[in-house]
């Protein structure tokens, strides 16, 4: 690789870091290319992406950035994980894939400035996704404005039952 192919590639991961807001580094020593694929293609359909990169070249990227903690952890075969969307998703699928393919070892991770190591990435990846989470908040908002609706229309209601309980008494 030459110079200006080297800095292309900082350059590149430099962006990926400013727009992240979970990055997990793995060693993925000992995977196949087609197991590796499989997993890439996994971490897509999730809106994230894996990169393999140079150590040195990850550690020119993390500069100035949040994801500087991680670069203790550039030693031998380093696989890069970033998401700028649903940070649970990643995490999901990098702990269920680890979980049937012992190769791929997490070895640490930072969450919008906060290192995670294996265990709390593992439970992140227990957490539900944005969208469940959005939809139980939208579920409890919509419980209030609905249970006063209830009460308020309570009164009334029995209102109308005393008065139709006085008209049937008054017809028999």
């Not at 110079?3 to 060693?27: G, H, M, P, Y």
């Not at 890069?80 to 991770?109: G, N, Q």
């Not at 709390?120 to 409890?140: G, H, N, Q, R």
Request: charged share 25%; no cysteine; net charge neutral.
């Amino acid at each position: 690789m030459n110079r200006t192919e080297k800095a292309s590639i900082v350059e590149d991961l430099s962006s990926k870091f400013a727009s992240a807001k979970i990055a997990v580094l793995t060693d993925y020593r000992g995977l196949t290319v087609p197991v590796f694929q499989e997993l890439r293609q996994e971490l897509k359909k999730n809106n994230a992406e894996i990169r393999v990169a140079k150590n040195t070249l990850l550690r020119r990227a993390v500069q100035g950035t949040d994801f500087a903690a991680m670069e203790e952890h550039f030693k031998g075969t380093t696989a890069l994980t970033v998401s700028s969307d649903d940070p649970v998703m990643p995490a999901k699928v990098l702990v269920e894939f680890a979980k049937t393919h012992p190769e791929l070892e997490i070895r640490t991770a930072v969450l919008e400035g906060k290192t995670l190591d294996p265990a709390e990435l593992d439970a992140l990846s227990k957490l539900p996704s944005k969208d469940v989470l959005l939809a139980t908040l939208l579920s409890v908002m919509q419980a209030v404005p609905t249970n006063f609706v209830q009460v308020l229309s309570g009164v009334p209601r029995k209102m109308v039952y005393l008065l139709q309980a006085i008209k049937d008494q008054k017809e028999q």
